[in-house]
């Protein structure tokens, strides 16, 4: 499908969200993935799989990027792609890690870095819908400078429960020290085991995976984790 | 960069050859006879073709090849997919 | 008919003349990697050539260290388009491992700790082309780049200089290795392009 961009919008100093018009497309749900293909005007190809943040039945879809450093479709889209440009792209994709408003019961989202974004689609899905689910976001970032999305997470919907982990450096005053989650912030900050929830986890690989053996050992279902994994370039 | 991605990520490739989403589907690998939804699976994508790793053994259950226009997939570690449901 | 995205691949045609088709230049050193990396002790870790007649030459990492150790200053040049220039190495000459080896074969497969083949000619390994090495820049060789040791062969495409080797198999005629069945050209000449099918 051929998707025009609309308009894009700096999300952090590395990342931006770009809003996408893909007249034909079927709607879709929270969590589920597009892939974008770009052609060069020498035929060369390259593609690349991108999370939706946004979700339901419109043929207007929202993105959001962060720059790899060696990466050959990520600096192209955060830095030089314009409103009218058009991509292709082939979706939706992903029918596992999603979550829908008929789904009841706690929801437990984990996120590393631009891992928020197909979660930031089920916050906006929930806040679309009549869903009473509990939703807590536990949401890890090197410095304040990094949050996406941040005006609708400072502010969340109630029923959101919006929990900050800085890595690198905090904002001044900060109660945490930085460094990676832990097990002692799952278990201060996440559903807890014994309400079985359902968690997703997303972002780069060593961070989803330290995340899903700490919730494993703190009791929860590995099959009521999921998780998605953003490979690199 | 290193490192590998989830299954999940096979979605869109695969949706070529599949009329049902396969990364919903349990896959059974015929290595250890660990059987887990294909999104579990570990994916290591290369240029052209992802190679499928059970998460349990780490033995390729499927290389997804991309030729062009055309998507050929090695099922040869696999012992079965089955839909769930 | 696709679709061209306007500007798409434009940083990618900045690169200069010293560089194969279709390639650009990187200072990093990126990791591509098929499966988890094999963690091998050098206490445990082995180099063997096995020819038609199954004589196996092989050496253990003291033996190898015994050997002309050689440095190497080489271009490097991976299928996913990153070349990387004046790269530093050292390690021992194919030439002088096969000095002793007994063979009329004239293919090889490399074999590699974690299961990992792939298929060379032999005259590519031979005439101060290739070269065990297990140093980069004056470090030892990462478990993500190919260590303790990994096969160097700079003059084509970085997967044939197969990380984490174990072994040459002399044979007969050429055969596929596991990058060259999933779709991996069977040689990889990079000033021929020659990167997939």
């Not at chain 1, 589920?32 to 039945?57: I, K, M, N």
């Not at chain 1, 994709?93 to 408003?101: H, M, R, S, T, Y």
Request: net charge negative; with cysteine; glycine share 10%.
């Amino acid at each position: 499908m051929t998707a025009t961009v609309a308009s894009v919008h700096p999300e952090t100093a590395s990342a931006r969200s770009l809003t996408i018009d893909v007249p034909g497309w079927r709607g879709n749900i929270a969590g589920q993935h597009v892939d974008v293909r770009l052609t060069a005007e020498d035929g060369y190809q390259a593609v690349r799989s991108y999370s939706l943040a946004s979700s339901g039945p419109g043929a207007t879809l929202q993105l959001a990027v962060d720059r790899l450093p060696d990466g050959e479709v990520s600096p192209y889209l955060v830095d030089d792609v314009l409103p009218g440009d058009q991509l292709e792209i082939r979706g939706p994709l992903g029918g596992w890690f999603v979550w829908e408003p008929s789904l009841a019961g706690s929801v437990q989202l984990i996120a590393g870095g631009s891992g928020i974004v197909p979660l930031m689609a089920m916050i906006r899905s929930r806040a679309a819908s009549a869903s009473t689910s509990p939703f807590r976001l536990l949401y890890s970032v090197r410095n304040p400078d990094d949050v996406f999305f941040r005006a609708e997470l400072e502010t969340p919907t109630p029923g959101l429960e919006v929990t900050w982990a800085y890595t690198r450096a905090t904002p001044t005053g900060w109660p945490r020290p930085t460094g990676r989650v832990t097990g002692d912030d799952l278990s201060a900050h996440c559903f807890p085991a014994s309400e079985n929830p359902a968690v997703f986890v997303c972002g780069p690989t060593g961070f989803v995976e330290a995340v899903a053996n700490a919730l494993v050992l703190l009791g929860h279902d590995p099959a009521r984790v999921k998780t998605e994994r953003f490979g690199g370039a | 960069m290193a490192g590998h991605v989830d299954g999940n990520a096979l979605a869109g490739p695969l949706s070529e050859l599949f009329a049902f989403d396969p990364t919903t589907a349990s896959a059974r690998c015929a290595s250890c006879g660990d059987t887990a939804v294909l999104a579990r699976a570990m994916v290591y994508e290369k240029p052209h073709s992802f190679i499928v790793r059970c998460s349990a053994c780490d033995a390729v259950l499927m290389v997804v090849l991309q030729k062009g226009d055309a998507t050929e997939i090695d099922l040869g570690g696999l012992a079965w997919l089955r839909t769930l449901g | 008919m696709a679709v061209i995205s306007r500007g798409f691949g434009s940083r990618r045609r900045e690169s200069d003349d010293s560089l194969p088709p279709g390639q650009y230049l990187t200072k990093d050193f990126p990791v591509l990697s098929a499966g988890p990396t094999p963690r091998i002790d050098t206490a445990d870790w082995e180099f063997s050539i096995t020819n038609e007649t199954g004589v196996v030459s092989r050496w253990n990492w003291e033996q190898l260290h015994a050997l002309p150790i050689e440095d190497i200053d080489t271009d490097i040049h991976c299928v996913t388009r990153w070349s990387k220039l004046g790269t530093n190495w050292r390690g021992v000459s194919l030439d002088t491992l096969f000095k002793d080896v007994d063979t009329v074969y004239e293919h090889t497969m490399a074999h590699c700790y974690g299961g990992y083949t792939t298929n060379i000619p032999l005259a590519d390994l031979l005439d101060g082309k290739a070269w065990i090495a297990f140093d980069f820049d004056g470090e030892d060789l990462d478990p993500e780049h190919g260590g303790p040791a990994r096969l160097l062969v700079p003059h084509l495409y970085f997967w044939k200089s197969a990380k984490w080797i174990k072994g040459l198999q002399m044979l007969p005629q050429d055969q596929p290795g596991f990058w060259e069945q999933n779709g991996y050209n069977m040689y990889g000449d990079p000033w021929q392009e020659q990167r997939y099918w």
